[in-house]
């Protein structure tokens, strides 16, 4: 399809799971859409009415899912792909402009917006306290897409050079050993008792947090709906605090006197 009035499609995020960690646009779109796209669980922790038709799959086969959405716009369809957390983080957003890199005469008629969301690693970070204060980076375990010495590698200079690193996509079922060498890499860089959060299901009914350190990361336990805060040198976890005021990363570098290396020293949990 090269000309015609095409529809449009939005690329949305949903934040990680709660419509009130949405921006305020999307629920309208979500509404007004004549076609709603996207992962089946992600389609249903929406919540929101809409008298869209509704187009579930599953949570491997982005390409055809994002060429599917393509041809519904350019068909005249005001259509949604929804992403959960931010779209352009590991996600649907990417995957659709890669389809009009693929295909530069097709879909011209589209127009394209992406809505942005909270990712995964900012809500667990709010939840206590400020641990992204300083460089941080993301990195995502699954090496379905790209091959595991390259994560070993990006792993290893972004422990190397002490950022705080945020592991997405942590582990599964397919891939149960990734999460334990990825802590082999890092602690090749960092201190033992380097403060940790782990945090799965972030802003959904079962939500929990755990401040643990990197020794103990390994067997922590997380799965594809965990996201992981590893800090960096000067992470600092503060004791006796409640959960939400209990670890950050300062924004300066370095340790002034007076400060020590600190440690969590209970798993705390919400
Ligand atoms: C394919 S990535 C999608 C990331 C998403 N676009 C974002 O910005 O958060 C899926 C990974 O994101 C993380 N994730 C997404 N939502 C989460 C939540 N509510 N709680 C914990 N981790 C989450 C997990 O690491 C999961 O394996």
Known sequence: ?????????????????????????????????????????????????????????????EADRAAFA?????GGGEVVVVSSGDPGVFAMASAVVEQLDRWPDRWRNVRLEVVPG?????????????????DFCVISLSDVLKPWDVIERRLDAAAGADFVIALYNPTSRHRPWQLG??????ASHRDPITPVVVGRDIGRPD???????????????????????????????LEGRPLGASVYTPRWYGLPEGHRPTAPSNHATA
């Open 1 to 61: 399809m090269t000309a015609g009035h095409g529809g449009s499609l939005t690329v949305v995020g949903i934040g990680p799971g709660r419509l009130d960690w949405c921006l305020p646009g999307v629920a309208a779109r979500i509404a007004s859409a004549t076609d709603l796209v996207g992962y089946r669980r992600y389609l249903d922790l929406v919540g929101v009415e809409t008298t869209a038709r509704r187009h579930p799959s599953n949570n491997r086969v």
């Open 70 to 74: 393509l041809d519904r716009a350019a």
């Open 118 to 134: 909270v990712t995964a690693a900012q809500a667990l970070a709010s939840r206590v306290g400020a641990p992204l204060g300083h």
């Open 181 to 186: 060498l990825a802590v082999e890499v890092l």
């Open 207 to 237: 939500e929990e947090v755990r401040v643990l350190r990197l020794d103990q990361l390994a067997e922590a336990g997380a799965d594809m709906r965990t996201v992981i805060l590893v800090g960096s040198s000067t992470t600092r976890v």
